[in-house]
């Protein structure tokens, strides 16, 4: 099995910061496994946890990137 980069967060919003990290490993061929914590929305997270995955999940379609939340 080969290693994952695994990132776990709350990715509100999915910035350029991310994206910048990610290509770190993806451009070495390293797959992503991205956590995102399930938490209620409020103020600062406006977007559920399968919203923010779903943006994420687009942003890397058909790349070797596996987006799932955590409690």
């Not at 350029?16 to 061929?29: C, E, I, R, V």
Request: glycine share 6%; net charge positive.
């Amino acid at each position: 099995m080969k290693p994952k980069a695994i990132f776990i967060g709350r990715f509100q919003p999915f910035h350029n910061g991310h994206k910048w990290l990610f290509s770190q490993k993806l451009d070495k061929g390293i797959p992503l496994l991205v956590m995102i914590r399930d938490m209620p929305p409020d103020e600062k997270n406006p977007l559920t946890a399968d919203q923010a995955a779903a943006c994420i999940r687009k942003v890397y379609e058909g790349q070797d990137v596996q987006v799932q939340t955590i409690p």
